[in-house]
Every structure is written in C-alpha cells, then in structure tokens.
C-alpha cells in the first residue's frame, strides 16, 4: 500500500520548490550569474570564467567549498538534534528564513554594483549559497519523502519516465506510479513558476523582491510546528 502525502507535505514540496527557483534566478540575475541554489551550475559558469570571462571568478571558486561547508555543518546540526530525539523540520526551516533575510539585506546594501568582485557583492552571494545549502540538506535528510526542491533534471526526467508507463497502462496507472506522478510534477511547476517570479520580482523590486523567498519558508515554518513538526 502506497502511502498518501499529507496536505503538509505537498505544500512544503511546492513551497520549497517555488523558493528555489525563484531565488536563484534573483541570485544569478542581481549578482552576475553567481547561481546560489545548487553547486553544478557554478562549477559550469567557473568553467566559463576560466574560459575568458573573468567576472564573478573568485566568488564561483569560493562558492563550491563554502556550500560544501555549510552543507556539512547543516548535517552535523541535524545529526545532533536527531541523537537528542528531536525532530527538525522546523529548525531546518527557521535556519534557511533567517540566513535568505540575511542574504536579502546584503544584496540590498550591496547594489549597485559595477563588478562581480566587490568584497559586498562577494559576501551578499556566499550568504545566499549557505542558505540554499541549508535547503538542500533539508531535502536529503530531513525532507526525505519529498522529490528534490532546487534541482529539477531528475524530477523532469522521471516525469518523462512515468509519462511513457502511463501511456503502456492506458491511463490506467498502478497505485506506485500515480504516487510517482504526483510526487514529481507539482515541484517541477513550482520551480517554474519561482523561476518567472523571480524575474517579475527582480523587475518590480530588485534586491527586496528576496522578500517573498523569506516569507513563504517562515510560514513553512510556522506551518511546521503548528502542526508539531512532521509533515
């Protein structure tokens, strides 16, 4: 039998979600294509670097080791509160609103900025690396029902997956494949939709469009332990 995700945890997986995508595209935009969400798309733009286009250079090389050690640190935490029987849905939460507030009122203050490579520039983009690595965590080890929130290639990808058991089944899918289905694509559309919300919200506010990413993981929060912690 095939377990139903509660209410919770389908608004967690979609609010996490939008929060990726959206405050990436803010992060690539406002700080010169630094992406503070996931680590691969820094490692590719520090190959561009390297390749000609010196801009941001030292922050993508600082990027890969600061995320590598706030993951790290995030985990140690986690592992910590778990050995004391705690649950740590809401410390997760709370931890990546504080640091994405944080992040916000460095990019703020940061901006305008003519290069990549101001130390205000590099410090507002680090910031947002540590609390996107906190999500990240969050997602491997706590959030572990949940398909993943700031890297979408593996969601499409079984999306695609089960799109073709689905035709084989005649629409007539199995209870595993329908948890599949509905697992995956509810983020997929989330991050899309953060990731245009992103650019609205860059348009519209710049720096203190940030905002909202706030907001929506602080209710998430909020939500969390209201309901006493599990989703």
Known sequence: MIPRPTRLAGVTGMGMAFVGGYVDVIGFV????????????????????????AGGLATKLLALPVFIGSAAATY??????NAQGQPCEVLVLALQAALLLVFMLLTARALPAASANEPAVMLAGLVGVVAMAVQNVGAR????????TTMMTGNVTQLAIDIVDLFIA??????????????TWPPVAAFALGAIGGAVGVLVAGAWSLALGVIVVALLAALHALRGERS
């Open 30 to 53: 406002l700080l010169f294509g630094l992406f503070v969400a996931h680590a691969t798309g820094n490692i590719v733009m520090l190959g561009v670097g390297l390749a000609g286009d």
């Open 76 to 81: 140690a935490l986690i592992r910590w509160r």
């Open 141 to 148: 080890v706590v959030f572990t029902h949940l398909a993943p």
């Open 170 to 183: 005649r629409g007539r899918p199995d209870d595993a494949l329908k948890a599949r289905i509905l697992k």
